[in-house]
């Protein structure tokens, strides 16, 4: 995944309301109802040392529970493949953040260590399968040093696994739900009412950055693999949510027939049908359009793109 993807959605989990949704909709946990979420706080980058600071994907919030603070330790991962040390790394990170939280004596009134919870963000096409523990990792050895093998679970949000169950709710009024369906959207229409409803759902005036922080993760994601090339300044130019919802239902009309007018542009350069092949092989990966439209689009069977898309899975 690119760089300019990960700041972009960066950005997204930097905001209040995206934490709150995140817990409340994906912790499915009691302790979760005792949070005081008018006391969810950022914890600024010069708080930890270089060795988290390097890691620049991940935000680190914190928020009361009760009378003490409980930590949120949100990595963001955005490989294209499953580690399978995943749970190592976590061990690693949650290791830096409580020897910080300790050099700032940020203890709880007992003196102990605060609750962290690791969360790993996962948005790759593969089902994740790596393991959830790091205990499961260390080779058991029997006659009681398994006692000393250390054992920390994280939370595994896997976008993709999530909103293929069947058991998802597709009326959840959560930003992180319609973030995660954005990610995986079946179609542009389906992109395009998701971020209506963003629109609807984000209107009141304390949710004015969280509004441009969609809107530049939808330009850099979203849009590079939609928007026609000689429409990119002006695209690139928004910077109200609004705006990019009702242009985007407007000019999506229109899209088909200008790729479908650059295939044929393109067959007439490098041969028609080889053309249109590309042009079909192009669309497959650079956007989320059904066999049906990229068809139409290319000028070609059904049947053709099908058999494209199946060639380029291996």
């Known amino acids: 995944m690119n760089n300019q993807h990960d700041r972009s959605y960066k950005l997204l989990f930097s905001e209040p309301r995206t934490v709150h949704d995140l817990l409340t909709g994906f912790v499915k946990e009691e302790w979760v109802e005792r949070l005081d979420f008018d006391s969810l706080e950022k914890v600024s980058s010069t708080f930890v040392t270089d060795d988290l600071r390097d890691r620049e994907d991940d935000v680190i919030w914190r928020v009361r529970f009760g009378d003490e603070w409980l930590y949120v330790y949100l990595l963001i991962e955005f490989q294209s493949t499953v580690d399978p040390f995943m749970s190592l790394r976590i061990m690693t990170y949650v290791g830096l953040l409580y020897q910080d939280l ?8 007992q003196g102990k260590l605060p609750p962290v919870l690791p969360i790993v963000l996962y948005n790759g096409e593969r089902r994740w399968n790596a393991a959830l523990d790091v205990a499961e990792l260390v080779q058991p050895v029997p006659g009681g040093l398994e006692h000393y093998r250390p054992t920390l679970p994280y939370l595994l949000l896997d976008e ?11 009326e959840t009024r959560n930003v992180v739900s319609a973030i995660f369906r954005l990610e995986h959207h079946r179609s542009q229409q389906d ?12 209107q009141a005036p304390e949710q004015t950055q969280l509004r441009r922080h969609f809107v530049i993760w939808i ?3 979203l849009l590079p693999s939609w928007v026609p090339e000689d429409e990119e300044i002006e695209w690139q130019a928004l910077d109200d949510l609004s705006e990019v919802h009702n242009m985007l239902a407007e000019r999506a009309k229109k899209w088909p027939e200008q790729w479908k007018q650059q295939g044929l542009q393109q067959g007439r350069q490098e041969g ?3 053309g249109r092949l590309e042009t079909a092989r192009n669309l497959i990966r650079d956007t989320q359009l059904t066999d049906d439209a990229i068809a139409k689009a290319a000028d070609l069977d059904i049947a053709q793109v099908r058999e494209l898309r199946a060639e380029l899975k291996h």
Do not use: F, P, Y
């Open 102 to 109: 300790v050099k700032q004596n940020k203890l709880t009134r």
């Open 160 to 170: 993709g696994a999530i909103v293929a169950n069947e058991q998802w709710s597709e």
């Open 191 to 202: 992109a395009i009412d998701l971020i209506g409803l963003l629109v609807q759902w984000l």
């Open 219 to 221: 330009r850099r994601v």
């Open 272 to 274: 028609r049908q080889e």
